[in-house]
């Protein structure tokens, strides 16, 4: 059973369009982590959310953090060919314990 | 500063053989954490340990493998009589340790058992 599920699993899309990858479970977290991987490498932090109902935005790029803290998303504006790669949403049931991964959505934007 | 540094990146190894994975941390991290991902299955965490001591190993086989952090040097991951079920890229993360801090990740050791 896979705590935290994200979807979609494969996403390609056209340049300059939005799109939304979600992260869900049924238990709470205290804190969630998005990250990005590219082939390769390790993982990326691109940011942590703490507080339930919690909204970051970096650039592009927003994260939010569901009012329960079960569950997140990530929306991209205008997606680019650089934003292609492999996004990752980790959770820490309690502070400074293991990260529980999703599987990842591998995002693919062309131009 | 320097960021997670694991070595080697590839290692192959035959089957029976042994395999070393270091990983020294970001300076002043005390603790770090193992994760194997392999292909279609994300990362799984393995162990997690702080400076001489081990504080969760609930996600690693009991048999062949072992982890140390010791007061100096690196964090070794062994693995012992590999087998090729173990070929998978093994994550090492590390953190200072206190409330929110992320884990920030190394590029990982590819490790390829013939």
């Known amino acids: 059973t896979q705590l935290l599920e994200q979807s979609p699993q494969f996403l390609s899309i056209q340049e300059g369009e939005n799109l939304t990858v979600y992260c869900n479970s049924s238990?709470?977290?205290?804190?969630l982590q998005w990250y990005r991987q590219e082939p390769g490498e390790g993982p990326v932090l691109l940011v942590t959310?703490?507080?339930?109902?919690e909204v970051k935005k970096l650039k592009r790029l927003t994260f939010q953090f569901g009012d329960a803290r079960k569950d997140s998303s990530l929306h991209i504006t205008a997606a680019q060919p650089g934003d292609t790669g492999l996004y990752l949403c980790?959770?820490?049931?309690?502070?400074?314990?293991?990260?529980?991964f999703g599987k990842g959505t591998t995002l693919s934007v062309s131009s | 500063n320097a960021g997670v540094m694991q070595n080697p990146r590839h290692l192959v190894r035959r089957r029976g053989q042994e395999a070393r994975l270091r990983c020294s941390p970001v300076?002043?991290?005390?603790?770090v954490y193992w994760y194997r991902q392999l292909p279609e299955e994300g990362l799984k965490f393995m162990v997690y340990?702080?400076?001489?001591?081990?504080?969760?190993e609930s996600g690693m086989p009991k048999e062949r493998f072992s982890a140390e952090f010791p007061k100096e040097g690196p964090s070794i991951l062994r693995i012992q009589q590999v087998v090729r079920g173990d070929s998978a890229a093994y994550f090492c993360?590390?953190?200072?340790?206190?409330?929110?801090?992320?884990?920030?990740f190394g590029d990982g050791t590819r490790l390829s058992i013939l």
């Open positions: 993360a590390s953190s200072p340790g206190a409330h929110f801090q992320p884990q920030h």
């Open positions: 238990s709470v977290f205290s804190s």
């Open positions: 959310v703490v507080t339930g109902g």
């Open positions: 980790a959770g820490e049931r309690q502070a400074g314990t293991a990260l529980i």
């Open positions: 300076k002043g991290h005390s603790h």
């Open positions: 340990l702080q400076k001489e001591n081990i504080i969760d």
